[in-house]
């Protein structure tokens, strides 16, 4: 069964740093891309980015690029989402989810909330 | 950058009633349009991929269906946990897209 899990509930200061994680089990973690969707509070789906752990290619959107970082480490089987110096706008729900090929997200973890709040 | 619009952007309607939702892209693209089903508190469900596939498990009333700039989104006779918000989202090789949302109430 594929499971993607989640690290807990994040309450930040803004200018503060941040990772999130995504844990991957019961699918090849290494061949599968896996993405990162935030969805802001009474908000839609907004695409942040998708990484291959295999070889660490990544494909970023460009609202997210250069804002935050993802990353994978290929012996936990664990995908993240980093942010360096946060602001209240990142306050959201942060899904990460595998991404197949044919091109959409078919597993999806259950979710991390960011609350970012001075 | 490619624009999805779903319309209609909120919808009531019965338990037994057909539902038809489209979404709409700025220029021509491939099948590659994915709907997703999401219910308050949970994570999204995807539905339907390359248009028209139906996910495993997913019951046989929702459909897809469209090609170059308008899909659709059926729901032959609506239930009870059909009543949720629906997203499209589209990969064009480089840069995935979700619609703004459907919300189908009761």
């Known amino acids: 069964e594929v499971q993607l899990v989640q690290s807990g509930a994040e309450v930040k200061k803004p200018g503060e740093s941040l990772k999130i994680s995504c844990m991957g089990s019961g699918y090849s973690f290494i061949t599968s891309w896996i993405g990162w969707v935030r969805q802001m509070p009474g908000k839609g789906l907004e695409w942040v980015g998708i990484?291959?752990?295999?070889?660490?290619?990544?494909l970023y959107s460009p609202s997210f690029q250069g804002q935050v970082t993802i990353s994978a480490d290929k012996s936990m089987n664990t995908a993240s989402l980093q942010w360096s110096s946060l602001k209240a706008s990142d306050t959201a729900i942060y899904y990460c989810?595998?991404?197949?090929?044919?091109?959409?997200?078919?597993?999806w973890g259950q979710g991390t909330l960011v609350t970012v709040s001075s | 950058a490619i624009q999805l619009t779903q319309s209609p952007s909120s919808l009531s309607a019965s338990v037994g009633d057909r539902v038809i939702v489209t979404c709409r892209t700025s220029q021509g693209m491939s099948s590659a349009l994915a709907w997703y089903q999401q219910k308050p508190g949970k994570p999204p469900k995807l539905l339907i991929s390359d248009a028209s596939i139906l996910e495993s498990g997913v019951p046989s009333r929702f459909s897809g269906s469209g090609s170059g700039t308008d899909f659709t989104l059926t729901i032959s006779s609506l239930q009870p946990e059909d009543f949720a918000t629906y997203y499209c989202?589209?990969?064009?090789?480089?840069?995935?897209?979700f619609g703004q949302g459907t919300r189908l109430e009761i």
């Open positions: 989202q589209h990969f064009n090789g480089f840069s995935i897209t």
């Open positions: 990484i291959h752990p295999g070889d660490s290619d990544t």
């Open positions: 989810a595998t991404w197949k090929v044919s091109g959409s997200f078919d597993y």
